[in-house]
């Protein structure tokens, strides 16, 4: 009798015991080290900050969900095999915030072959918009989008003469198609397209043609190093050009590399302002990040927690225990999700997300003003 009571007690408390908990598993692979890692750990910071609080409200359906993160260096090679492990061997219910545009489409095929979402890869490449992937749901709007914007706002104020600097890669490609029609639109032309090697950038040939073109702005893709380069690299040579840069450096940490030559840089930016309380979403964000120490909410860390709130509702939507198909079918049928103050929606054909795109420059004291 005592030991059947014993045998009971045991099973109860392994029952109860964490690592038995029903937890829904969630793959990430990320470069947190190499050119973009201060902008994915803030990413991610964000995702986790609402992930932390629906977790500790119970979870989704009483199951906690679980984010593993991998470092793929920033590497496309890396990216590819880490998404294979969180697919094959973590059975991961689906892949989160990706991020970089030739990495993220390392990883399609393997959603394709096993069926597996991706929610709000950190990338807003046209190619994973148009045509729709059938496996990825985007949140964030697109490069295209951010540089037309950013064209639209320097032709307004009477800037004409604009080069573009960019890599020679999908994500480099966007952003310039994004640039040449706004410049269509204002029926102007470029004094200097410059493009530069993704994988071993070197500045040193192309700002001083960018310099010579005697441009009045300076549009960089690229990555945050890359950006930091060209940006000390021109105001070296004497350049006092207005520069300009994407929504892929839209972080603390990059802000911060600048220093003094940060000041006054645009960075576009995909969601609104970190401190506009009027959206409920920023709202909930601030009062979740204050509630945290030390933790200063940035505009990369809105689009992770963005990404995260349509995860969450997407496995809410997904049944009592989701799966890679019950999520795949409630995230293709979500309709006029309200984030709080954005509204998401997504069907068979269409995994667009968000249009939203705004500018930001950065003042003399590191951090974003609007």
Known sequence: MKQRIFWC?????????????????????????????????????????????????????????????????????????????????????????????????????????????????????????????????????????????????????????????????????????????????????????????????DLSAIVPVIYKSN?????????????????KALRAAGSAAQIVTLSNNASSGFAKSLGDSGRNVIVTQVFPSERSIAYPMIKEALKLAQAKPQTELSPAMLEGFAAAKVLVEGLRRAGPKPTRETLQSALENMRKFDMGGLEVSFSPADHTGLDFADLSIIGSDGKFKR
Request: proline share 4%.
């Open 9 to 201: 007690a045991a099973l109860l408390a392994a029952a109860m015991s964490p690592a038995s908990q029903a937890q829904i598993l969630i793959g990430q692979t990320a470069g947190f080290t190499g050119a973009v890692g201060a902008g994915v750990k803030e990413t991610t910071d964000g995702a986790k900050l609402y992930i932390d609080s629906v977790n500790a409200n119970g979870g989704v359906g009483g199951q906690k969900i679980e984010l593993i993160s991998m470092d793929d260096k920033f590497e496309t090679k890396i990216a590819a095999e880490n998404a294979r492990q969180l697919i094959e061997e973590k059975k991961v219910v689906a892949m989160f915030l990706t991020r970089g545009t030739p990495h993220t489409q390392a990883v399609i095929p393997l959603l394709n072959q096993y069926g597996v979402p991706l929610v709000g890869p950190s990338t807003g490449a046209m190619v994973l918009h148009q045509p729709v992937q059938k496996h990825i749901f985007n949140v964030r709007a697109t490069y295209q989008r951010e540089a037309e914007k950013a064209v639209t706002h320097l032709t307004s104020i009477g800037i004409t003469k604009i080069a573009v600097l960019y890599p020679d890669d999908s994500f480099g490609s966007d952003g310039l198609a994004g640039a040449q029609k706004g410049m269509t639109t204002a029926k102007i032309t470029p004094v200097a397209v410059e493009k530069f090697d993704r994988s071993k950038p």
């Open 215 to 231: 441009a009045q702005a300076v549009i960089m893709i690229g990555s945050g190093q890359v950006v930091l380069e060209g940006v």
